[in-house]
């Protein structure tokens, strides 16, 4: 035997690529015409964001890369206090938006960043991943070779992944993704062909439904008769 998961979902009509050069979010965090590299959503312990932080602070010379942090978590005041610190203007670190405004976050990044720590590569698969694959974003994923997480950017041909605790590879796989428009072109079609094939609600939802009927489970599904029950009065 075993247990069987189903992954996360994402809204692929929500979530969606969105034009970068017309974004007024774009506009208003002076964003325009550069590749901004985002982290969103929970900075918790799980993660390793050290890796991200001294990478943005090995690129800080490159004036058309930008570090976009959004979110909150254990791990969210390390990394504004990094930026205060080091005095990095190729990073800012927001707070989490209303989730009005979560789509015309997502999908400013060019390359998405997912993490997760050392040890605990068995754990999860961050729901964040098919998020950022909606928005059209490649993805690097700074992950153990073993983890869920790569498996998922190998398998959908998004991006690329490198090991926790090495910010040198980090910054070298940013350069790497940003030094041929056709290959991040590339990567970031399949992220979204990707989100829609194998992480829309409507996709899990039935790899969910089949989950159960392997089970033996009766399903119910949209249109059919409820079974009755009768309550016995013995």
């Known amino acids: 035997g075993g247990a069987r998961v189903p992954p996360p979902w994402v809204d692929t009509e ?6 970068r ?3 007024l979010l774009a506009e208003q965090l002076g964003l325009r015409g550069r590749h901004v590299v985002l982290c969103a959503g929970n900075m918790g312990l799980s993660q390793d964001t050290d890796s991200l932080l001294a990478a943005a602070a090995m690129l800080r010379q490159r004036q058309d890369v930008h570090f976009l942090v959004i979110g909150h978590g254990a791990r969210w005041q390390q990394m504004a206090d990094f930026q205060a610190t080091h005095g990095l203007t190729n990073l800012t670190v927001l707070p989490s938006q209303p989730p009005r ?7 400013l990044a060019q390359i998405a960043v997912v993490s997760i720590g050392a040890g605990y590569e068995g754990l999860l698969l961050p729901s964040r991943t098919c998020y950022h694959m909606a928005a059209g974003a490649a993805l690097l994923g700074i992950c153990s070779p073993d983890s869920d997480l790569c498996a998922a ?3 959908a041909g998004c991006g690329t992944t490198v090991p926790p605790g ?3 590879r980090v910054a070298a796989a940013i350069e790497w993704l940003l030094a041929d428009p056709v290959r991040l072109a590339a990567c970031q079609a399949n992220a979204r062909r990707a989100a829609v094939s194998r992480y829309s609600r409507r996709q899990v939802t039935q790899a ?3 989950m159960l009927g392997e ?3 009766a399903v119910h599904r949209p249109g059919q008769r409820s079974p009755r029950f009768r309550i016995s009065r013995d």
């Open 153 to 155: 950017i190998e398998d």
């Open 14 to 19: 929500a979530i969606r690529p969105l034009d």
């Open 166 to 168: 090495q910010p040198d």
């Open 208 to 210: 969910f439904v089949e």
């Open 215 to 217: 089970l033996g489970c």
């Open 21 to 23: 050069a017309t974004s």
């Open 101 to 107: 405004a979560l789509p015309a976050a997502l999908a």
